[in-house]
Structures are given as C-alpha cells and as structure tokens.
C-alpha cells in the first residue's frame, strides 16, 4: 500500500490556510468601513443635514375617561414627546416609562380624556422639534379588559367563527366518499381554489396590517413575503421528509416479518433495497426480484397510496389552522380597536365562508380505504387542529395585539396554504388523473374557479 506524499500534506494545509485567509478578507475590509463610519471623522462627511424624527403610533386604546396610545420611534435618532392632542386639541398626558423614547424604543401617552363611545377622533403626539404624527379611530370604543367574562367572549367567538363551520364541512365526507372519479376530481380542484384565494385573502391582511399599523422602518411587505417563502420551503420539506420516515418505517416492519422464512442477510439486503427504491422512481428500471420482495413492494405502493392522501389532508389542516390564527389576530384586535361590532351577520358571514375550509380537509381522503371508525377521529382531529387555533387568535389579538406579531403568523399561514395547493396540484396530476386524459380536464378548471368564486363571495357576507 502507498503511503501519500507529506510535501501533497503539507501544501494541502497551505491551501486550506490560505482559502481561510482569503475568506476572512471581506469580513476585515467590511468591519474596517464600518469603525471608520461610526468615527466621528466619518459622521462629519455623511451627516451633512439633519434628519427628520419619524413616530408611528401603532394603537389606540379606549378605557374609563382615558385614551391610551403605543408610540414608538421609528426614526433614526431619540426623540423627546412634547405634548399629546386630540382632534387637534391639547391635552394634558402622562409618557411612560419616559418621554425621551430611543431609537425603535416604545412609549405609552395617558391622556385623561372623557371621550363618546362611537365618536371618531384623531390622536396626536408632538416632538420637541415640534412635528406632529397622528392616528385615526373611525368610531372609538372600550378596550377589552383582559378577564374572565372576556376571555370567554373571545372564545364564543373563536368557536362561532372558527370551530363549529370547520366541523360543519366536515359533513360532506359521506357525500363525497359516495360520488364518481369525475365529480371527485372536480371537488379537488374545488379545495384547491378555496386554498388559493385563503392565501391571496391572508397576504392582502398583512398589507393592510403593514399600511395602517405598522412602522415603516420593519419594512412590512417585505417581511411578509421573506415569512410566506420561508414558511412554504419548510412546510414542503417537513412533509416530504414525514412522508418517507413513514414509508420507510412500514419497509421495515414489512421485512422484519419475513425473518422467520428467510436468512438475516437476505432479510436486510430486502429492506436496503426497497428503501433506496421507495427513495426514486421503483424500478425504472427492469430488474429481477424475490416474489417476496415483489409482494412487500407491492404492499408499500399501496400503503404510499393510502398515506398520501392521509398526509395532504393533515398539511391542510394545519395550513388553515394557522390562517385562522392569523385570522384571530385580527378578529380580537379589530374588537380592542374599535373597529368591528359583533353581529348576527357578522358570526353567519363567517359561518358561511369557513365551512368551506371543512370541505377542503375532507376532499383529499374521501376515497382513502381507511376504517370508518378511524377515519371519524381522524376527521375531528383535524377539524379541531384547524379551528381551535381560532379561539388562541383572538385571546392575542384581543389582549395583547401586535401589528409585527400578526405580520408574521399570516404570513406563515400564506406559505402554509401555498405548500398545500403545491402538493395537492402534484398529487392530483399524478395519481388522480388517468394518464389517456390532459393534463387539464374541464372538472379541474370548473373546480377551480368554482372555489374561488365560493370563497369571493362567502367572503363578502364578512
């Protein structure tokens, strides 16, 4: 056996050093400009005019003779609050913890004032520089206070909205299980359609959210989208690599019962190879296999058909958990802002626009060969996986409101709702479409666009 060269060892060392070195250069030059940046030699060349102080006032509370604003400095350098107005009118205010508010720091302003449930009015905050920000209130009204009678209001509410019309489509699943492959195929493109506008209805949330109530130095609509693709790869990878941890775990329950006719040996080179193949395309290739390796394949294949469906449904679920969180968020905060008043129409808008979601958990696994006893709990697990998360929305968005926290968790539920739509599309052109028919069917397009146009138009009741 050769033994290896030491001058290749020890100018391959020389090379890992000096890639090393070479890698570290960037970072030296990048923190050099940065020290001579924050020298107040470099401040006296870039700071040639003086920056304007920015605020943003991110909510408006109404309690007992007392308006309560969020303040928070946006700006690039500390700001002093001087006064606090309303409709123009100075009032007297408390800042706490203190009225120099630092850079992205936050500050609450007490104003006693005696203010009309109903009546909208504009709340003002002044630097010592003397520029004035501002916030709208269409109709003000009392703040949730953070109790039992609330908290249990908040989750009549989650449940009305959330809960009860996610378990109430959830019924269509004997109805679906009985109908034919056509009409099956247009009720999963149906589901896809309702996904796709539950998506493009959560993003549009963040927009507003980001407009109105949040400050423009977080960058919002960029925050989203960064949230929405990230949450989307995750999910994707998450269920795929569920999806074979599952697969593989029945190869090898499946060979471990053929121990007792074959040897050990034979028995692990059955269970490596059905892997590897579970892992690619099974045998793209012809090849010659034991009958039972054959019949253990056999079996996984059908097993992978049965999981599928099982896993979308599941990935669904959770998907529009998560949107309904968001939409929590936003329910409880519109309640603690004012700006929505419950209503008959209100809770029947709501009913009627997330029934819908129930439809779109069942579609997947209405023709899966699972027992009906099984499949019953299956079906309220994922009701309750997709609703309760409804109720938490609204304790949060009631109690302790952020516009950057309700950024964030829709934007999960968009990429949740995308990576959905993704693997229902693949499995529906892969395992749901025969292969004489395009790849496009009317059933598909009529599906489709049925689901969006339900969706449009439940959502108009809201």
């Known amino acids: 056996m050769l033994s290896e060269d030491p001058n290749n060892k020890s100018s391959k060392r020389l090379s890992q050093k000096t890639s090393m070195i070479l890698a570290f250069v960037p970072i030296v030059v990048l923190a050099g400009m940065m020290i001579f940046l924050l020298s107040p030699y470099g401040q006296s060349l870039i700071n040639v005019g003086t920056p304007l102080p920015q605020v943003t006032i991110e909510k408006v509370e ?8 969020f303040v928070r400095n946006t700006g690039p350098l500390d700001i002093v609050v001087s006064q606090a107005d309303v409709n123009d009118r100075i009032q007297s205010a408390a800042i706490e913890p203190s009225s120099k508010i630092p850079r992205l720091g936050e500050a609450h302003v007490m104003i006693p004032f005696p203010w009309i449930p109903g009546t909208p009015y504009e709340i003002g905050i002044t ?8 916030k709208s209130v269409e109709a003000a009204a009392m703040a949730p ?9 908040f989750t009549s509410l989650g449940v009305y909205v959330g809960v009860i019309p996610i378990m109430i489509g959830l019924l269509w699943y004997p109805y679906i299980r009985r109908i034919s492959i056509g009409k099956y195929s247009f009720f999963l493109s149906l589901t896809a359609g309702l996904l796709v506008f539950l998506g493009i209805d959560a993003l549009l949330e963040v927009n507003e959210i980001v407009i109105g109530n949040l400050a423009s130095v977080f960058n919002g609509q960029a925050l989203g989208i960064l949230v929405t693709i990230s949450s989307f790869v995750l999910l994707l990878y998450t269920s795929d ?18 121990a007792s006719s074959t040897s050990v040996g034979e028995s692990s080179s059955q269970e490596k190879s059905v892997i590897e193949n579970q892992k690619g395309e099974i045998y793209s290739e012809p090849t010659k296999v034991s009958s039972s390796t054959r019949e253990i394949q056999i079996q996984i294949r059908k097993y992978q058909e049965l999981l599928k469906p099982l896993t979308i449904s599941m990935m669904i679920a959770i998907g529009i958990g998560l949107h309904n969180f968001g939409e929590g968020l936003a329910i409880g905060a519109a309640m603690l802002l004012g700006e929505v008043a419950l209503s008959t129409f209100l809770i029947v808008g709501f009913t009627l626009h997330n029934t819908t979601e129930g439809l779109a958990i ?11 006893s099984m499949m019953i709990r299956r079906l309220i697990l994922m009701g309750l996986i997709a609703g309760v998360p409804t109720i938490a929305g609204t304790w949060i968005g009631g109690f302790l409101y952020s516009p950057l926290a309700a950024v964030v968790f829709l934007s999960v539920g968009a990429g949740a709702i995308f990576q959905v739509v993704y693997s229902l599309i693949s499995w529906i052109s892969h395992h749901q479409r025969p292969k004489s028919s395009p790849y496009i069917s009317g059933p598909v397009v009529a599906g489709f666009i049925t689901g969006l146009l339900i969706m449009y138009f439940t959502g108009l009741l809201i």
Do not use: C, M, Y
């Open 62 to 69: 109404f309690h007992d003779n007392q308006i309560l604003a």
């Open 127 to 134: 630097t010592s520089d003397g520029t004035r920000f501002s």
């Open 145 to 153: 206070s953070p109790d039992a009678n609330q908290a249990l209001l």
């Open 241 to 258: 690599r569920l999806t074979q941890r599952a697969i593989e775990k029945s190869v090898v329950s499946k060979t471990r019962s053929l």
């Open 362 to 372: 069942v579609a997947p696994i209405a023709k899966s060969e699972v027992k009906r």
